[in-house]
């Protein structure tokens, strides 16, 4: 059996959670791109990131930098260094000569996050169906079954990044658009998400319509399924948000109304 695809940091992510139970089929020479590992700083980043979105690190707590790198057991270079991350992204407010604070995410940073992710899918998609092979849509085929039966959400995280990193590289896809799309990604946690009660059906139902897609070559169903996966996936996780009292009501009004006025101008 041929080998796994080389693949971007995603990648390590699923193989440790849950080790491919079949190879996929090989991809052409101009699919293939780098491997690179995750440094200590994106791992750092990961870990503050996720304290934040889960509201162990609430808005507006200051960062405690020494308690972190005793947590992790690294120095705290590499904490400062996610720390520059995560201001850059929005997370953290960095302010001179107090420190690190947690920044405040709206309603609308997390519909944008996610509309943004939508256009680079939607990318993705399009030239997925109109290159895939016979072969390769029959690991996807087996990816999704995969997924769509495991009972852990670690492993329906990880089949889902194996489908999705899959098809990202199944035809023209620089390392440049996949590092791209893998910065986006890595803004919000993808496990906010998955740990909900419906990511699980909306994963089944959307890859179930892509799937349909590349079988028949249509590149416009398949961008219109990318774009339609994302929207819910914002909702779900968005309502997963409300539901852990991340925002006040106030805050939560001022969300909606937003979005409310962006919808009226679309």
Do not use: C
């Not at 980043?45 to 947590?71: C, F, M, N, Y």
């Not at 690190?100 to 169906?129: G, N, P, W, Y």
């Not at 769509?148 to 194996?162: F, V, Y």
């Amino acid at each position: 059996m041929p080998p796994l695809p080389d693949t971007d940091d995603t990648d390590d992510t699923a193989d440790a959670l849950h080790p491919p139970l079949f190879h996929p089929p090989p991809l052409g020479p101009d699919q293939a791109a780098g491997r690179s590992h995750q440094s200590v700083t994106e791992l750092v980043s990961d870990h503050i990131r996720e304290r934040i979105v889960t509201g162990e690190l609430k808005p507006g707590a200051k960062v405690d930098q020494d308690q972190i790198s005793q947590t992790l057991g690294i120095s705290r270079i590499p904490v400062r260094e996610a720390l520059i991350q995560l201001t850059a992204n929005g997370y953290i407010e960095s302010i001179p000569r107090r420190g690190a604070f947690v920044a405040k995410l709206t309603v609308q940073d997390f519909e944008d996050h996610f509309e943004v992710v939508s256009a680079l899918f939607e990318i993705s998609a399009r030239r997925a169906a109109e290159h895939v092979t016979d072969e390769q849509l029959q690991y996807l085929k087996k990816v999704h079954l995969e997924a769509s039966t495991a009972q852990d959400t670690a492993s329906r995280m990880a089949l889902a990044i194996e489908f999705y990193r899959y098809l990202h590289r199944l035809r023209r896809t620089s390392g440049q658009f996949l590092r791209t799309l893998q910065f986006v990604a890595r803004a919000l946690p993808n496990d906010l998400y998955f740990s909900t009660a419906r990511s699980l059906a909306t994963e089944t139902v959307y890859r179930e319509r892509t799937l349909l897609a590349l079988e028949n070559h249509d590149s416009e169903a398949a961008a219109q399924a990318a774009e339609e996966h994302w929207r819910a996936s914002a909702k779900v996780t968005i309502d997963e948000m409300r539901s852990r009292g991340y925002w006040s009501e106030s805050e939560d009004l001022a969300g909606d109304g937003q979005l409310a006025a962006r919808a009226a101008g679309d």
